[in-house]
């Protein structure tokens, strides 16, 4: 078997550039991920998510251009096998319920132990 088409292949898009590199790095650690793609906005995500349809992509709830709603709205039309992971600062209920109305599985919140993350990551890619 090829090793490079059992890596799950995940986007990340988040507008803080640590916390962007924080997340390429416990994922990168895993001998089964491949980070194909990072993005700064929602517009850079969804681009992005269409060219290298990632089996997972882990959306900031707030950032620039439409924020990670719009983000999941579009990632799941244009790319339906993706799953989404929101990873967000905030758990206001209400946002939490607009993400998974948007097409969010997981919403996670920053500062969750990096197991935590990496675990939802494969759960999400798994329930394909």
Do not use: Q
Request: with cysteine; aromatic share 2%.
């Amino acid at each position: 078997m090829n090793v490079s088409s059992a890596r799950l292949k995940v986007l990340i898009g988040d507008d803080e550039p640590m916390i962007r590199d924080v997340v390429r790095e416990v994922l990168e650690a895993e001998p089964d991920f491949d980070v194909v793609a990072v993005a700064g906005d929602a517009e850079e995500a969804i681009r992005l998510a269409e060219r290298h349809r990632p089996a997972v992509a882990i959306l900031d709830v707030r950032m620039p251009c439409g924020g990670g709603v719009r983000a999941a709205r579009e990632i799941r039309r244009r790319s339906p096998r993706t799953r989404i992971v929101a990873f967000s600062a905030h758990g206001d209920p209400g946002v939490v319920e607009e993400m998974r109305r948007a097409g969010v599985t997981e919403y996670l919140l920053k500062g969750v132990p990096n197991d935590d993350l990496v675990a939802a990551v494969r759960r999400l890619a798994a329930a394909d």
